[in-house]
């Protein structure tokens, strides 16, 4: 899969069948909070207002991906070193529009 381009409200994207998908950002927050609320993690309800996670990360010293929280996930991977520019543009530009993504590394 492929990212094309970034937006404030999500990126679109090339998936494996050659199809353009928009991902939304605002739509993968909802499933994050929804799981929260389900797992009963929800300590500070005017806390959780202001969390604007969208995905996960994890880098190690071959690959990386960040993994959205999609129904179901959806996922980017990066092969290491060559990706790792690609990687981290995305990620500032992420978080640049304000969005969050959990890094497990």
Same mark, same amino acid.
């Given at each position: 899969?492929? &990212? ?7 990126? @679109? @994207?090339v998936? =494996?069948?050659? %199809?353009?998908? $928009?991902?939304? $950002?605002?739509?993968?927050?909802? %499933?994050?909070?929804? @799981?929260? +609320? ?5 300590? %500070?309800?005017?806390?959780?207002? %202001?969390? +604007?996670?969208?995905?996960?990360? =994890? ?6 991906? &960040? ?7 959806? +996922? ?17 530009? &992420?978080?640049? $529009?304000g969005?969050? &993504?959990?890094?497990?590394?």
């Amino acid at each position: 899969m492929t &990212i094309k381009k970034i937006i404030e409200t999500g990126l @679109y @994207y090339v998936d =494996e069948e050659g %199809n353009e998908r $928009f991902l939304s $950002f605002e739509k993968c927050n909802e %499933n994050w909070i929804d @799981y929260r +609320r389900r797992k009963g993690k929800v300590e %500070n309800v005017e806390l959780l207002k %202001n969390d +604007r996670c969208v995905g996960q990360r =994890e880098t190690d010293i071959h690959n990386s991906y &960040i993994e959205f929280f999609t129904k179901p996930f959806t +996922r980017f991977s990066f092969e290491r070193p060559l990706q790792k520019e690609e990687y981290l543009d995305i990620l500032l530009t &992420i978080m640049k $529009f304000g969005w969050t &993504i959990i890094d497990w590394s």
